[in-house]
Nanobody, 124 residues
Framework: QVQLVESGGGLVQAGGSLRLSCAASGTSGIIFSTNDLSWYWQAPGKQRELVAS???????NYADSAKGRFTISRDNAKSTVYLQMNSLQPEDTAVYYC???????????????WGQGTQVTVSS
């Protein structure tokens, strides 16, 4: 059974930093290394939106609001994806979720998994 467990959320003042972690279990490191990984955030009353993604080849993409402040990375040996968040602002307050996508040989998504979410609160 595949599970994603997020950690690292908490309360931070504006301008501060946090590093979120998402560890996958129930899958091999080989399989993990082939999967695409991403972080989403969802503020109260708002749609869940993509923050950052990283492909199996290491290509990273960011939402405009995150670009230049956030960095996504992966450690395949630990089956873990990270989100380093710097220069945090109150509008970054949200529940952050990680997502893992398994693709078939054609590149189509076959399965996807969500973490339980971790709360990030940025005070002014």
């Amino acid at each position: 059974q595949v599970q994603l467990v997020e950690s690292g959320g908490g309360l931070v003042q504006a301008g501060g930093s946090l590093r979120l972690s998402c560890a996958a279990s129930g899958t091999s490191g080989i399989i993990f290394s082939t999967n695409d990984l991403s972080w989403y955030w969802q503020a109260p009353g708002k749609q869940r939106e993509l923050v950052a993604s990283i492909s199996s080849g290491g290509q990273a993409n960011y939402a405009d609001s995150a670009k230049g402040r956030f960095t996504i990375s992966r450690d395949n040996a630990k089956s873990t994806v990270y989100l380093q968040m710097n220069s945090l602002q109150p509008e970054d307050t949200a529940v952050y979720y990680c997502k893992m996508e398994a693709r078939d040989w054609t590149g189509r998504v076959r399965f996807y998994y969500w973490g339980q979410g971790t709360q990030v609160t940025v005070s002014s």
